[in-house]
């Protein structure tokens, strides 16, 4: 199976919406709209460095999600086992909502089910400010993504 499989009549339009719907729930869920105007307002004072290293990490976790989705896909239509990269698939997906599309500007869905048990979250604490969260599920989903790709 190669990544061209993906882009194929059937899957193409399916690539799009699962990564504009991933891309507008992460988006959503961590409030990300209420940090454009700030962002814009604050403009001197942003670190550009990894507010645009945060959005394009963003858009890559968004981009191998809704690539290993549709390989899921076609992998299971072919009756071909892919647990372990399904499994990896979803630890992605949770990891890429998690970090928001700015780590350290995350608010919303996360901290909140997190306050309920009294756990403050913050990924600002983190040494590179979350980023490294960012990195790590990336790094899930592109062993996720070679797991798929490889011959059987």
Sequence with gaps: ?????VFQKPYRLWFFC???LYL???????????TIPLIIQYAATVDWFSLTLSVLFALAIGFFIAVNSILLFIRYKQ???CSKAGTLTGV?????????VCPLCISGLFPLLFSFFGISLSLGNLPFKGIEVQILTLLVLVLSF???TRRT
């Design 146 to 148: 070679f797991l798929l």
């Design 18 to 20: 699962i990564f504009f």
């Design 24 to 34: 507008l729930l992460n988006v959503l869920f961590s409030g990300f709209y209420n």
């Design 92 to 100: 992605g997906t949770v990891g890429g909502f998690i970090t928001g």
């Design 1 to 5: 199976m190669k990544l061209n499989d």
């Design 79 to 81: 009756r071909k086992n």
